[in-house]
């Protein structure tokens, strides 16, 4: 990054998770192994940057997969001290929140405060945002995460992993009247999945004792219709929130904001509400270093530099 800019960013597929359906914490920690030096070598080439001009180093603090998490700071930790350059941890449901101040383009940046919807694999959350490091989580999930609703499903169909874009295809030409799901009802602006999930279950199985080809005949219809299901749910939750928090700028962000389907009625509802609405670049909704270069940007304007000491987290609260 050179301020709000991104000179590379380039992401590591992790083509081992496809062969067992999802993520495999040990199998994940070795890919980052055996990632991370040429992925680092390959950013400062595609940058035209050496690493003497490199003025600091961020990694992902947390929250996520502990032996992953553990090599990128390790790593980060082992390349500042080589360096002598300062070191900044980041929050890395805040750097999603954050990539929306990246500049590849003419987009303008929310105005604080707003509220951001960020959905992902691991975390559902809506997040008052009141400057670039103060948030705060005003509703989030009990159980599953959104992108999980999304995965589980997918699981269940055989379609693979991630299961969010297998099932965004699989959608385009369905019926989404076609199917109706649980619609969990609980406190304040918080999400449930689980039990969406199992409505969905249920369905399978009931139409498969009627018509063993079901699956085969109403596929999309039925992806189509748990895809809006999701959205539909999502949505009513982030209007409430809009509503009740008064602010006049919406924000989407995570993993699952890279789905079409929710791009377009997000943006219509916050037309509705006669709100802004800010969408990141499809290369930045799912993981990516750019949005932790971002939040590290913010940081160290703020001179919020990590010690050597400190360690990567499993589970983070901002
Ligand atoms: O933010 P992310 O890359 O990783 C985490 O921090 O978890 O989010 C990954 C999640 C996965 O659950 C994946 O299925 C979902 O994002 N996802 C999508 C789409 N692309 C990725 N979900 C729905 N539609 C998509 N097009
Ligand atoms: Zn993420």
Redesign the pocket.
């Known amino acids: 990054m050179r301020g709000n800019r991104v000179l590379s960013n380039i992401v590591a597929g992790q083509a081992v998770h496809e062969r067992y359906g999802g993520v495999v914490p040990e199998l994940a920690s070795r890919a980052h192994q055996k990632h991370i030096v040429p992925v680092v070598h390959d950013a400062l080439a595609a940058a035209g940057i050496s690493t003497a001009e490199l003025e600091a180093i961020a990694f992902t603090e947390g929250p996520?997969l502990m032996g992953s998490l553990l090599v990128g700071g390790s790593f980060a930790k082992g390349l500042a001290i080589s360096l002598g350059t300062p070191l900044v941890a980041v929050d890395?449901m805040m750097a999603?929140v954050l990539a929306h101040f990246i500049h590849d383009d003419e987009k303008s940046s929310p105005t604080f405060p707003f509220l951001c919807l960020t959905v992902?694999?691991?975390?559902t959350q809506l997040v008052l945002v009141r400057s670039a490091l103060d948030m705060e989580v005003v509703g989030h999930t009990l159980d599953d995460?959104a992108?999980?609703a999304?995965?589980k499903a997918?699981k269940l169909l055989n379609l693979g992993y991630?299961?969010?874009?297998r099932?965004?295809q699989l959608a385009e030409n369905g019926n989404e009247r076609a199917f109706t799901f649980s619609t969990p009802n609980v406190g304040s602006f918080d999400f449930s999945f689980s039990g969406i999930k199992t409505s969905f279950l249920y369905l399978v199985q009931r139409e498969m004792k009627n018509d063993p080809e079901f699956l085969e005949k109403r596929m999309s219809d039925l992806c189509a219709s748990y895809q809006r299901h999701l959205v539909d749910y999502l949505l009513a939750r982030l209007r409430q929130a809009a509503i009740h928090f008064g602010v006049n700028d919406l924000a989407l962000a995570?993993?699952?904001s890279?789905?079409?389907h929710?791009r377009d009625r997000f943006a219509s509802l916050a037309n509705e509400l006669n709100m802004r609405s800010h969408i990141p670049a499809f290369q930045y909704?799912?993981?990516n270093a750019a949005m932790i270069g971002m939040a590290a940007q913010f940081k160290l304007q703020h001179g919020e530099l990590a010690g050597l000491d400190t360690t990567t987290k499993a589970r983070m609260k901002f």
Do not use: K, R
């Open positions: 996520g890395h999603h992902s694999g691991g975390h995460a992108g999980e999304f995965d997918a991630p299961g969010g874009p099932i965004q995570g993993g699952v890279a789905n079409a929710l909704c799912t993981d």
